[in-house]
């Protein structure tokens, strides 16, 4: 074996079966050339394009891709107007493709508070992807980690007075099932671009055991190389969900 393939052999055993990314820095990256916000989220949304094409082909599971916060709702009006027609169009330009490419297509967060054709164009696009057995892509828009527990508990609180869930049966397994990731692999890595180190109300039931890496790449400067060098870092990494060194040994060598 070349040299080459054993490395990208090697990749792959340790490849996240989760990927998921707050894609921060786009501001900067327009202002540092004196460029609009909006040329920032353009070149935002090819960095997208790239890195959902690399995770597709290291055979990562799943990538979830934080694009829209409930607090970005508070950004002005015109920037939230950009990034909404940036989503549709990218939604509307894309979708084929990525069911060619095998891609399944999920949305996750407040639909309710996003346009209706926007809605119909997630709707179209999940529907038409639903079969596909490759990349699971979650788009988190109008998403926030308490949202999504608060929406848990309603949901959990309704079946209970409707006599479909015992309270005492609630347990964590459960809590998990009535979340927005429901089926899906807990995120294994949380990548954050741009330097802060925040995980800004993004997955925050699911990122319990994720390994946390925090770049200071602005993300319309994070392509597939650095998605290669991030993965090298969390292969790096022990995981010990909570057990010793040595437990972990024993369990890795099981
Ligand atoms: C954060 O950068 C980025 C966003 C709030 C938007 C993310 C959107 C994209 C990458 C565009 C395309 C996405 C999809 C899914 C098609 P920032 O504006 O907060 O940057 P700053 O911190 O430098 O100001």
Redesign the pocket.
Known sequence: MSDVSAERNDRRRHVPRHIAIV???????AKARMMP?QA??RA??E??RQVVEAAGKMGVEVLT?F??SSE?WSRPQEEVSV?MD??LR?LEKESVRLHEHNVRIRMIGDRARLSRRLQEQMASAEALTADNTGLTLV?AASYGGRWDLARAARRMAQDARDGQLDPNEINEQCMTSYLSLDGLPEPDLLIRT?GEKRISNFLLWHLAYAELLFVDT??PDFGTDELHAAVDAFAGRERRFGMTAEQVERVGRA
């Open positions: 894609m921060d820095g786009n501001g900067r990256w916000r920032g989220h935002g949304a960095s997208v891709l694009a829209f970005n990034l940036l989503f990218t788009i741009g602005l993300w």
